[in-house]
């Protein structure tokens, strides 16, 4: 079966850096996703890596290799409003979005 | 307006009710989906439709009923639900299904409880 495995919660101090993992087993693979998502609102998209390696976009960060089927976010100079659910995602050879369960990050002062 | 919406935000209802929730896209996207989210579940995909055909329905059962009557407008409408239907109800739309780099926009959801 395919299958996405990312941690439930995590806790980070503001001004921290947390790093978010994520595995997968997919039949196949186009493209790995991360989706930012606050509570009671709408997911949000944050990355989209298809080639191994690291993508930077601002305090934000996704890390991909394929070979290993695994990524992770990095946030960097974590702030309060960083707190909410981070949701990682596949697609997969049939372009199939199969979903992680998502982690929610919580920021203490 | 901008983006997709979602109506209502919150929606109680009987096991007995007929209700529907509505989605709109204003962003000439092609696709448009309805997940259900549940509190430690990944979202699970219900519907599909792409260019006002639906291409998925994986496995709902008949009391969930979806309607895409043009390319902007999503519903899906609900009778005799149950209380393990209680949710939230995403919607999101997408330029291109079939692609890899597929980057949904979202609807900020209806929360649905069933009593």
């Known amino acids: 079966g395919q299958n996405i495995d990312q941690p439930t919660e995590m806790t980070a101090t503001e001004g921290a850096i947390v790093q978010i993992n994520c595995t997968y087993q997919t039949s196949g693979f186009n493209g790995l996703f991360w989706y930012q998502q606050h509570a009671g609102e709408a997911p949000t998209f944050l990355s989209y890596?298809?080639l191994d390696g690291l993508e930077e976009k601002g305090r934000f960060s996704s890390f991909l290799s394929r070979s290993k089927g695994y990524s992770y976010l990095l946030l960097k100079e974590l702030q309060m409003k960083d707190s909410a659910s981070y949701l990682c995602a596949v697609t997969d050879s049939n372009y199939q979005l199969i979903w992680g369960a998502g982690t929610k990050l919580i920021i203490k002062p | 307006e901008t983006g997709v919406t979602q109506t209502p935000r919150h929606l109680v209802m009987g096991m007995t009710n007929k209700k529907s929730l509505k989605c709109e896209q204003h962003?000439?996207?092609?696709?448009m989906y309805w997940y259900k989210q549940s509190a430690k579940k990944p979202l699970e995909l219900m519907f599909v439709y792409s260019l006002e055909e639906r291409v998925e329905n994986n496995s709902v059962p008949s009391r969930f009923s979806p309607e895409c009557p043009n390319s902007s407008h999503l519903f899906l409408h609900l009778h005799t639900l149950q209380p393990e239907d209680s949710a939230l109800y995403l919607c999101?739309?997408?330029?291109?299904?079939?692609?890899?780099?597929?980057?949904?926009?979202f609807g900020a959801g209806s929360r649905l409880t069933v009593l």
């Open positions: 999101a739309s997408s330029q291109d299904r079939t692609t890899g780099a597929n980057v949904l926009t």
């Open positions: 962003l000439g996207h092609n696709a």
């Open positions: 890596n298809v």
